[in-house]
């Protein structure tokens, strides 16, 4: 761990071995070190590298009790915004976007910011670059069910608000007619997962 310390705070470093080094410090460091969350923290405030800044946060989410709310913003712009690929990041071939779902899924619980920030690009889909995940992610926070549990759409209308506005914002973005694969995930939780159908479930009218 002391070498991890020292090479955080290398702050020649170029920026690839920054965010690796910050993205490594989340995934082995034990929660609420204070020697690798001062570290992260410098490299979260003086880093001018975006990537730089969004690994610092990656690894400041796994070891802060409580998220502040500008960590968890860029851990959201780096799962849902980030690059394709990051040619000199060496985690998954450079997929960055992809290492920052696991520290979201593993953060989300301990930030107040998650929830809105993932529901504000339901008025913001232009801020989405990674539409399959957002939409994922937003059904699972919405829609939660047990393992292996089948469910059926009820009545659109007997849905609570925010379930109802993510669902027309679905609608409004036509996103089972243009996003791949969201068919799959609007069925496994019981909704209707095509176009057309979830056009009619929402404008059903009580019976």
């Not at 669902?167 to 069925?187: E, H, K, S, Y």
């Amino acid at each position: 761990m002391p070498a991890l310390v020292g090479m955080l705070n290398k702050y020649e470093a170029a920026p690839g071995i920054t965010a690796t080094a910050c993205v490594a410090a989340g995934m082995i460091g034990v929660r609420g070190d204070p020697r690798l969350i001062d570290a992260l923290d410098a490299c979260l405030f003086s880093g001018e590298d975006v990537v730089e800044r969004w690994g610092a946060a990656l690894g400041l989410s796994a070891l802060l009790e409580r998220l502040d709310d500008e960590v968890m913003t860029l851990v959201d712009q780096c799962c849902f915004d980030g690059p394709g690929d990051v040619a000199y990041f060496p985690l998954l071939n450079g997929e960055l976007h992809d290492v920052a779902v696991y520290f979201y899924l593993r953060a989300r619980e301990r930030s107040a910011a998650a929830r809105p920030l993932l529901l504000r690009r339901l008025t913001s889909p232009t801020l989405v670059r990674h539409p399959r995940r957002w939409i994922l992610s937003v059904i699972e926070e919405l829609f939660p069910q047990e393992p292996g549990e089948v469910r059926r759409a009820p009545r659109f209308l007997d849905l609570p608000a925010e379930q109802r506005q993510a669902c027309t914002a679905f609608a409004q973005l036509r996103v089972l007619a243009t996003v791949p694969n969201a068919d799959r995930t609007f069925a496994q939780h019981g909704l209707p997962s095509t176009q057309a159908a979830l056009d009619e479930w929402i404008l059903a009218g009580p019976t």
